[in-house]
């Protein structure tokens, strides 16, 4: 092998090797990025799956004369726009990171600059204990609509409020909103629709 054959070699050696580097680097980087999406994909379908979870095991029950089923409609009127303003209390036999034999689940939009937890948070509070914790469940929401379905006096509708201590709603669907541009993950720009067990 002459040294002209073994330069040429190492040249075409050293070409192949920096291209399959680059190749391999853009496939290390591809499945980075597909990783993160799959994270967050996983993140945002288990937090409407607990918000489904919590709100099918909805029960009635009363702690200190307070009803704790309770929607409210209500709206926050900004500058631009007006926003669902929804706040929702319930009892749920679900689990929860705070207990397994009942929790009291307070959903609502925090908008505070102060508060750790923004957009959609859910604070739980063990029903016959002292563990609390509050759960940032998406950042981006900035509004809440809830609807409480009915099925009192014979006719299936959609109500926005609902408060009562004998009564649940037959289901719950949650629609939530961001502040334009919208910047929703698109897992959360569906409502979520919850049949709730109890009230059967």
């Given at each position: 092998?002459?040294?002209?054959?073994?330069?040429?070699?190492?040249?075409?050696?050293?070409?192949?090797?920096?291209?399959?580097?680059?190749?391999?680097?853009?496939?290390?980087?591809?499945?980075?990025?597909?990783?993160?999406?799959?994270?967050?994909?996983?993140?945002?379908?288990?937090?409407?799956?607990?918000?489904?979870?919590?709100?099918?095991?909805?029960?009635?029950?009363?702690?200190?004369?307070?009803?704790?089923?309770?929607?409210?409609?209500?709206?926050?009127?900004?500058?631009?726009?007006?926003?669902?303003?929804?706040?929702?209390?319930?009892?749920?036999?679900?689990?929860?990171p705070v207990g397994r034999n009942g929790t009291i689940v307070h959903?609502?939009?925090?908008?505070?600059?102060?508060?750790?937890?923004?957009?959609?948070?859910?604070?739980?509070?063990?029903?016959?204990?002292?563990?609390?914790?509050?759960m940032e469940l998406e950042a981006g929401v900035a509004g809440l609509?809830?609807?409480?379905?009915?099925?009192?006096?014979?006719?299936?509708?959609?109500?926005?409020?609902?408060?009562?201590?004998?009564?649940?709603?037959?289901?719950?669907?949650?629609?939530?909103?961001?502040?334009?541009?919208?910047?929703?993950?698109?897992?959360?720009?569906?409502?979520?629709?919850?049949?709730?067990?109890?009230?059967?």
């Amino acid at each position: 092998m002459t040294l002209l054959e073994l330069v040429v070699a190492l040249a075409i050696t050293g070409i192949a090797v920096s291209g399959g580097y680059a190749t391999f680097t853009t496939l290390m980087d591809r499945r980075d990025a597909a990783a993160k999406t799959a994270s967050r994909l996983l993140r945002h379908s288990t937090a409407r799956a607990l918000l489904s979870e919590w709100l099918a095991s909805a029960r009635l029950t009363i702690e200190a004369d307070e009803v704790v089923f309770r929607g409210i409609d209500g709206a926050t009127r900004g500058t631009a726009t007006a926003l669902a303003d929804d706040d929702i209390v319930f009892f749920t036999t679900a689990v929860t990171p705070v207990g397994r034999n009942g929790t009291i689940v307070h959903l609502y939009v925090d908008r505070s600059a102060e508060s750790p937890e923004r957009g959609l948070v859910a604070e739980l509070r063990e029903f016959e204990g002292m563990r609390s914790a509050r759960m940032e469940l998406e950042a981006g929401v900035a509004g809440l609509d809830a609807q409480f379905l009915t099925g009192v006096l014979g006719q299936r509708q959609w109500v926005k409020s609902w408060v009562s201590t004998s009564v649940l709603p037959t289901g719950v669907r949650l629609a939530v909103s961001a502040v334009p541009p919208d910047s929703l993950p698109p897992l959360w720009r569906f409502p979520i629709t919850a049949s709730i067990e109890g009230s059967r």
